[in-house]
């Protein structure tokens, strides 16, 4: 079955940079779609931004400045780094597979990571 | 960037129906899911394409358009059913685009 898993440090520094890996289990990470979603502490959910296997991006034009998504199909797996955070950035970040559809404007998220805890605190 | 408007709250009655409402400009012309998020865990996709439910999602799932609305209703409610309640669609400003979500409570 397909499985996501999200890793990487828990606290960050502010001003330093959130890096995070989704390894991915039961499929290969070829021919489709995948995505960072964050939610802060008691709030909704965020997109922040999606990786196409080939390696295409799109990015949340809120965070864009600050968000770099890339993709290791080697290891089936995709990474986030968003950096110069401050406790703002402070959510859990969950990372998901797109739907099949061929328009990427009919996608939804079909399978999602349990989501990692990143605080930002000195 | 593109807005979808939830009720921050829903209540309803044991064995009872639910709608839950996602409002957007336009919405009539987009694919709108809907996810459920119980408390501490990863949302779940209820509803995919309007009114399209996954395997394994109950029939009491549904979902529905009308102008520039989108409705999730969950008949006969049950307390399993208590959970955050949140509408997707994609939209050219801003790709994604999530409802702030609602919190569905079964009394």
């Known amino acids: 079955q397909v499985q996501l898993q999200e890793s990487g440090p828990g606290l960050v520094k502010p001003s330093e940079t959130l890096s995070l890996t989704c390894t991915v289990s039961?499929?290969?990470?070829?021919?489709?779609?995948w995505s960072w979603i964050r939610q802060s502490p008691g709030k909704g959910l965020e997109w922040i931004g999606y990786?196409?296997?080939?390696?295409?991006?799109n990015y949340n034009p809120s965070l864009r400045s600050r968000v770099t998504i890339s993709v290791d199909t080697s290891n089936n797996q995709f990474s986030l780094k968003l950096n110069s955070v401050t406790a703002a950035d402070t959510a859990v970040y969950y990372c998901?597979?797109?739907?099949?559809?061929?328009?990427?404007?009919?996608?939804?998220?079909?399978?999602w990571g349990q989501g990692t805890l990143v605080t930002v605190s000195s | 960037s593109y807005a979808l408007t939830q009720p921050l709250s829903v209540s309803v009655a044991l064995g009872q129906t639910a709608r839950i409402t996602c409002g957007g400009n336009?919405?009539?012309?987009?694919?709108v899911h809907w996810y459920q998020q119980r408390p501490g865990q990863a949302p779940v996709l209820v509803i995919f394409?309007?009114?399209n439910r996954p395997s394994g999602i109950p029939e009491r799932f549904s979902g529905s358009k009308s102008g520039n609305t989108a409705t999730l209703t969950i008949s006969r409610a049950q307390a399993g059913d208590e959970a955050d309640y949140y509408c997707?669609?994609?939209?050219?400003?801003?790709?994604?685009?999530f409802g702030g979500g609602t919190k569905l409570t079964v009394l």
């Open positions: 998901a597979r797109h739907s099949g559809e061929v328009a990427v404007a009919h996608h939804y998220f079909d399978y």
């Open positions: 039961g499929v290969s990470i070829n021919h489709n779609y």
């Open positions: 990786i196409y296997y080939s390696g295409s991006t």
């Open positions: 336009n919405i009539g012309s987009k694919s």
């Open positions: 394409r309007d009114n």
């Open positions: 997707q669609v994609w939209d050219s400003s801003t790709s994604v685009a």
